[in-house]
C-alpha cells in the first residue's frame, strides 16, 4: 500500500497536471456565473410585471405569490437530489441537463394564458434551476481547489447571485416597457443556448465515483413539506388562519419534514447529510443565508408594488429606482472576503444582519405622504446588509464540507437560499394580505359594486385601483386613496415583523458563529477526499487513486 504522504504528494501533482488554467478558469467562472445571474434574476424580474399580469391575467394576490413561489418551491425542493445527482452522474451533464429544461419553462411561460398555466410553467421552470443551481457551485469549488482563489471566486459568484436577484426589476422594468410581459421569461431562452454551448467546450466534469445511490423518498418527503407548509402560509390570508384547510396543511408539513429528519437519520443514503449540521459554521452560516433571502425576496416582493401603486412610478422607473440595492450589494459582496480577512466571519456577517434589520425597521416609518428619498436611505442599508451576508456564509457552508461533497454541500446551500426567498414572499405577502384584506373589508362593506369588483378589491392593491377608476368621481377617489393606506399599514406592518426576525438573526449570529472554521474536513478526510475526484479536461479523464 503507498504510504499516505506519498499518495498525498501523487494527489496534488495528478491534480496539478489536470486542473485548468488561470486563463480558462476565468472563462469557466464567467459562463457559471453567467448561469446563476439568469436563474436569481429570474427569481426578482417577475416582481415588476405582477401589476401588470393582475391586468392581464387577472390574478388575485394569492395567485401572484404562487407565480413568484411555484418557482422557488419546486427549486428548493429539488435541489438536493439535484446535488446528488451532480455528484452521482457528473456536474457537467447535470448543468447541462438543466439549462435546456429551464429554457423550455421559460418559452412556456411566457406563452401562458392564465395564472394557472404561468404557475405550471415556472413549476417547471424550477426544475431546470435545480439541476443547474448546485452544479454552478461544485464546479467552482472544483475548478478553484485554493482556499484563497476559491473564497475569491464565491465572492464573484456570491455578487453575481446578488446582482441577479437586484437588477430583476430593472431588466423587467425594461422589457414590460418594450414589449409584453411574457418576454420577462422569454429572454432566458437565448441566454441559455449561448451558455449551454459555451460550457459543453469549457466547463469540466467532475463527480464522486463513490457516491451513493439516488434518495428519492427523502426528495419526495422534502418536496411535500415544503409545498404544503408554503401553501398554508399562502392561502391563510384569504381561507382564514383558523380554517380546517390551512391547520391541516400547516401540521401536515410539520409531520412531513420531521418524518423526512427522521428518514434521512436511518437511510443508508440519505439525500441531505444531516452530520454537516454537527458543525456550527455550516448550520449557522445556512441559517444565515435562508432569513437574508428571506429579507431580500420578501422585501422586493413588497417594495415593487409600493413604488408602483402608492408612488405611481412605472415598471421601468420601479426597476431603475431599486438599482441601489443592486450596485452596493455587488460592490459589498465582492469586496466582503477582504473584511472577512480582517475582522472575521462572525462580525462581517453579524454587521449585515444588523443592517438588515435597520433597513427594514426605517421602511416600517413609511406613511401615504412619503418619497422615493424617504426610503432610499432603507434601500442601501437593505443591499449592504445583504452584501456583507451572502458571501461569507456561502463560503463558511463550502468550506465545512469535504470536497467529494461538494455537491450536496452546493444543494444544501442553494436550498437554504431558496428556501429562505419562498418564506419570505410567502410569510411577508401573507402577512400584508391578511392586514391588507382585514381593513379593505369594514371599507367596502356596504359599497354598491359587483360582487366581481368587490372581489378585486379584496385581492390586491391592485384590483381595488382598478375598481376605484371603474367606479369614478369622489367615491372611486376615496376608494384609491384608502385602499393606498391599508396597503401602507399593512406593508409597515409586514416590514416591523422582517426587522424584528432580522434583529433575533443578528444575536443568532454573534452568539453561535465561530471564530474560527470547525470545517468537518479533518473528520471526513477532507484532503484524502480530492484523491476521489474525477476530472474530465480537454476529453479525457483522470482517476486520482
Known sequence: ????????????????????????????????????????????????????????????????????????????????????LGDRLGRKRVFLGGLVLFAAGSGASAFSHSPDQLIAARSFMGVGAALIMPSTLSI?????????????????WSGTSGLGLAIGPVVGGWLLTHFWWGSVFLMNVPIALVTWIAALFVVPDSHNPAAKPIDPVGAGLSLAGVTLLLWGIIEAPTMGWSSVSILVALAGALAVIGLFALWETHTSHPMLELSFFESRRFSVASTGLGLVLFALSGGLFLLTQYLQFCLGYSAFRTGLLIAPIAAVLVVVASLSSLLVRSLGTKIVVATGMGLIALGFALLATVTTHSTYLDVLPAFFLLGIGSGLTVAPCTESVMGSVPMELAGVGSATNSTALQIGGALGVAVLGSLLNTRYRDDMLSLLTG????????????????????????????????LARSARQSFIDAMTFAVTVASVLSGV???FVL???????????????????????????????????
Request: aromatic share 2%.
Open 447 to 478: 359599497l354598491a359594486a359587483p360582487p366581481s369588483s368587490l372581489h378585486s378589491a379584496m385581492g390586491s392593491l391592485g384590483g381595488a385601483l382598478n375598481v376605484a377608476g371603474h367606479i369614478g368621481g369622489a367615491i372611486g377617489a376615496h
Open 140 to 156: 467552482l469549488t472544483n475548478v478553484y481547489t485554493k482556499p484563497t482563489d476559491r473564497a475569491r471566486a464565491i465572492g464573484l
Open 505 to 507: 438573526a443578528t444575536v
Open 1 to 84: 500500500m503507498i504510504d499516505h504522504s506519498i499518495r498525498q504528494t501523487l494527489a496534488a501533482r495528478s491534480e496539478a497536471s489536470t486542473a485548468p488554467s488561470q486563463h480558462r478558469r476565468s472563462v469557466i467562472l464567467g459562463v457559471l456565473c453567467l448561469t446563476v445571474l439568469i436563474i436569481n434574476l429570474d427569481g426578482t424580474i417577475l416582481n415588476v410585471a405582477l401589476p401588470t399580469i393582475v391586468t392581464s391575467l387577472h390574478a388575485t394576490s394569492s395567485q401572484l405569490q404562487w407565480v413568484v413561489d411555484s418557482y422557488t418551491i419546486v427549486l428548493a425542493g429539488l435541489l438536493l437530489i439535484a446535488g446528488s
Open 511 to 545: 452568539a453561535l458563529l465561530p471564530a474560527k472554521s470547525d470545517y468537518l474536513g479533518p473528520k471526513r478526510g477532507r484532503r484524502d477526499a480530492v484523491h476521489d475526484v474525477t476530472m474530465e479536461t480537454s476529453g479525457q479523464s483522470r482517476s486520482i487513486e
